[in-house]
C-alpha cells in the first residue's frame, strides 16, 4: 500500500500514465486512495485538481501507476486578510457568500450599496 495521507499534495504525470502526460500533469491535493485491490502497482486515487494559485478547480477521480506519483511539498494555503470595516477575516478574493450572494467586501458605511 502507499504512505500517502489526505491532504497531501501529489504530482500526477507520465510517469503515472500516458493519459497524464506534458501539460496535461496534474497537482493533486489527495481525498482518499481506495483500498480495494487492483491491478499490481496501481491504485484509484481521489482528490482536488490545483491550479497555479493553489486553489482548487476541479475534483478528480484516477487510475494511476503507484511507482509514478510524486509527493512534492505542501502548496501555501490562501490566508485571510481582515477587512478595514468589521475587523473580520475574509478570503483573499472577496468572492460573495453562498448564503447571501452577497459580496464579502464592505461597501463603505456598513449599509448595502443600493443602485
Keep these: ?23 496535461r500533469a496534474l497537482r493533486l491535493r489527495l481525498v482518499s486512495v481506495d483500498p480495494r485491490p487492483t491491478y499490481h502497482g496501481w491504485v484509484w486515487l481521489t482528490g482536488y485538481v490545483l491550479d497555479g494559485k493553489g486553489l482548487a478547480v476541479d475534483k478528480r477521480e484516477v487510475f494511476v501507476q503507484q511507482a509514478g506519483v510524486r509527493l512534492l511539498p505542501a502548496a501555501p494555503t490562501p490566508t485571510p486578510r481582515p477587512t478595514p470595516a468589521t475587523g473580520r477575516s475574509t478570503p483573499a478574493t472577496g468572492r460573495s457568500t453562498p448564503a447571501t450572494g452577497r459580496s464579502r467586501q464592505p461597501t463603505g458605511q456598513g449599509r448595502p450599496a443600493h443602485r
Design 1 to 23: 500500500m502507499t504512505e500517502w495521507k489526505p491532504g497531501d499534495l501529489l504530482l500526477i504525470g507520465a510517469a503515472c500514465s500516458v493519459q497524464f502526460a506534458d501539460e
